[in-house]
C-alpha cells in the first residue's frame, strides 16, 4: 500500500505544469483605456476571451496614454526584458501623426521596435491607424502605410486599423472624438482578435 501511495505521489509531482504565457500590449491611450471604466477596454476583454476560452496566456498592459514611437523604442527593451513576451501587440503611431511628426522617424521608431521584439523570440502583431481626413489625404495615406511596409518587411502580422468598421460612427466616440466608447471596445476586440487568434493556434 505504501509503495503505490509513493507511486502516485511521485506521477503527480512529476507532471508538468505549464505556465501561462506573456501576451503583450505596447501601445498608447487606445490601448491604456483612455476615458473608460476600469477593467472595460479592449485589452480587458481579450483577458476576458482568452480566460472564457480556456487559452493559457496572461496579459500585461503596458499602454501609456499620450505614448509615441519615440517613447516606445525608448523603453521596450527593458518591457521585453522584464515580461518575456510569447506576442507583443505593437499600437504605437497615432499620436506621431496626429501632432505631424516625422514619417520617416515614426518607421524607423517602430522598426526599432520590432527588431528588440524580434532578439527577444516574440511573435508580433502590428496595429496599424488612419488619420481624420483633416490632415490632408497625401499625409494620411503615407501614414498609414507605414503600418504595412514595418509589417512586411519584418514578416509580422498585421491588424491594417484598429477602429475598422466604426470609425466614421461619431456616437461611439467620445466627446473628444478621438477615443472610442466602452460600446467600441467590443469592435475594438474583434478586430484585434481576428488577427490574434491564428497567433493563438501557434
Not at 498592459?61 to 510569447?86: D, F, M, Q, V, W
Not at 520617416?104 to 517602430?110: E, I, M, R, V
Not at 521596435?113 to 488619420?131: E, P, S, V, Y
Not at 473628444?176 to 488577427?195: C, M
Request: proline letters at 4%.
Amino acid at each position: 500500500m505504501l509503495t503505490r501511495f509513493l507511486f502516485i505521489f511521485a506521477l503527480l509531482f512529476a507532471t508538468p505544469i505549464h505556465a501561462a504565457q506573456t501576451i503583450l500590449v505596447f501601445g498608447d491611450s487606445l490601448s491604456a483605456g483612455y476615458g473608460l471604466p476600469q477593467n472595460t477596454g479592449w485589452v480587458s476583454l481579450l483577458e476576458q476571451k482568452l480566460k472564457l476560452n480556456k487559452l493559457n496566456y496572461k496579459v500585461v498592459n503596458t499602454s501609456i496614454s499620450g505614448e509615441t514611437t519615440t517613447g516606445g523604442l525608448y523603453r521596450i527593451e527593458k518591457t521585453l526584458a522584464l515580461h518575456k513576451p510569447k506576442i507583443a501587440i505593437i499600437e504605437l503611431g497615432a499620436n506621431d501623426g496626429l501632432r505631424g511628426l516625422s514619417l520617416q522617424a515614426t518607421k524607423n521608431n517602430l522598426e526599432g521596435i520590432l527588431r528588440a521584439c524580434k532578439q527577444q523570440k516574440a511573435d508580433i502583431l502590428i496595429i496599424g491607424m488612419r488619420l481624420p481626413p483633416n490632415y490632408g489625404r497625401a499625409y494620411a495615406e503615407k501614414f498609414h502605410n507605414i503600418f504595412l511596409e514595418v509589417a512586411q518587411h519584418s514578416k509580422s502580422s498585421l491588424v491594417p486599423f484598429l477602429l475598422d468598421g466604426f470609425a466614421d460612427h461619431r456616437e461611439l466616440f467620445q466627446s473628444d472624438g478621438l477615443h472610442p466608447t466602452v460600446e467600441a471596445q467590443q469592435l475594438i476586440l474583434n478586430n484585434v482578435w481576428r488577427k490574434l487568434q491564428p497567433m493563438l493556434a501557434e
